[in-house]
């Protein structure tokens, strides 16, 4: 249908395109957007997210997208999409698509600084990324991880005492995290495991939630972590014993581990591993508690080991996606950038190999193998699509000159370019 005759019939226009892999991932949540323009700018931040800028906020955006940062802004803040349905859409599709495979669950909280107080939330707190008590904000997260692919399920902001607004309740760190856990084991997804640091590995109330839905979890404990124990029992370290640690990459190394016994045999035991027995170096020896059963010196090591798969994850969101790049004051808007970070990560994610297959039948499997690159990794999955937008991020930002000179050859081969990389054409961003 041409312009003209949507235009006759008081038809909605068509959103204008951007690269096919964006355009197919962001319609699925169309409808979700009260207006073409509205949409448009969900699609263009997806673009600019994931593009190879090292600043991600929307001043920097404009320069790329060739929109304005107060349209950006404006979405943010004022046009009434819901994150909410944002994130229940997203998570409904990761149910589909994982098909009732398992999976890790990994939580965690991250901080970031934030001067003042004009930022909601903010406060003197410990910032985990930090490693100290500084002003910040600071979220709780739930992450998956399928195949060593990492994909975040869950973002809640943790609102401090101090900060706390009319109608709020407070709640601790791990309330949050034991309120998302059990959100996501009603939704559907099958967990594996659950694995937290000794944050959430010395709350009671997470692990009576985690033991309420007969899930299996590895969490970190404090060295000086006290058990209930009789009069005349005592605490004893069993000898130690060598196993392989395992890498994703495929790296070996040897470890040691050893069950620590509080009194007497419980269902919950405890453990310490090392790298070295006999220095105990603070940076390699961990002390954990888990509802695992069986024999689990040699597979606790590569169990707990997964957690590192989260300092993984966030490092994608900080360092490449902008997770803390916004330059928004109102929890309401940062909540929203967070959700439009958690739809970029899912979408890098699902151009993995591991989670493509699942996408598609053994026919379509056979032709993926024989025709496409297999991806790995999510940093080798960020690269590719880096690589698929780069034309036309390209266009955009020369898009100035453009009215000034006889551009007619360029804008041939930029569109000759598109078109070989992605079949996408050109087109002028307006807001």
Request: aromatic share 10%.
């Amino acid at each position: 249908m041409d312009v003209a005759e949507q235009v006759s019939k008081h038809l909605p226009r068509t959103p204008e395109p951007t690269i096919p892999l964006v355009d197919q991932y962001c319609s699925y949540y169309q409808d979700l957007f009260p207006d073409v323009r509205s949409y448009e700018y969900f699609k263009l931040l997806h673009l600019g997210i994931i593009s190879n800028l090292k600043r991600k906020s929307l001043p920097e955006l404009e320069k790329v997208l060739g929109v304005s940062s107060q349209s950006l802004h404006h979405f943010l803040t004022s046009s009434p999409w819901l994150l909410s349905e944002l994130d229940q859409r997203r998570l409904n599709k990761l149910v589909e698509i994982l098909q009732g495979k398992k999976i890790i669950l990994i939580v965690d909280e991250t901080g970031d600084r934030k001067k003042g107080n004009k930022t909601d939330y903010t406060a003197r707190q410990y910032l985990g990324n930090v490693g100290k008590i500084d002003q910040g904000i600071v979220s709780v997260n739930v992450y998956g991880v399928y195949q060593n692919i990492t994909f975040p399920l869950m973002t809640k902001i943790y609102k401090p005492k101090s900060r706390l607004k009319v109608g709020d309740k407070y709640k601790t760190k791990t309330e949050i995290a034991g309120e998302m856990v059990r959100e996501l084991k009603e939704l559907g997804l099958e967990i594996e495991i659950v694995l937290a640091d000794s944050l959430y590995g010395e709350s009671s109330s997470f692990l009576e939630v985690l033991e309420e839905l007969k899930l299996e979890y590895v969490v970190s404990i404090r060295k000086n972590h006290g058990v209930w124990m009789g009069a005349n029992e005592r605490v004893r370290a069993n000898k130690w014993c060598k196993f392989t640690r395992t890498f994703r990459d495929g790296k070996r190394e040897t470890r040691y581990i050893r069950e620590i016994i509080y009194g007497k045999k419980r269902r919950i035991t405890y453990w310490e591993m090392t790298t070295d027995t006999e220095n105990l170096p603070k940076n390699s020896t961990s002390f954990v508690r888990t509802n695992c059963q069986g024999n689990l010196k040699k597979r606790l090591g590569d169990l707990y080991g997964q957690r590192t798969w989260v300092e993984y994850g966030f490092r994608q969101c900080k360092q490449e996606l902008g997770w803390k790049d916004y330059r928004l004051t109102k929890i309401e808007s940062i909540e929203k950038w967070w959700g439009l970070i958690n739809s970029v990560y899912t979408m890098v994610s699902l151009q993995t190999k591991p989670l493509r297959e699942l996408l598609f039948s053994e026919e379509e499997k056979k032709e993926e193998i024989e025709e496409k690159e297999q991806i790995n990794s999510w940093k080798t999955s960020l690269k590719k699509i880096m690589m698929m937008i780069e034309p036309l991020i390209l266009f955009w930002l020369i898009t100035p000159w453009l009215k000034m000179v006889n551009s007619s050859g360029l804008l041939e081969g930029l569109n000759n370019l598109l078109s070989i990389t992605h079949g996408s054409k050109l087109y002028f961003p307006t807001g």
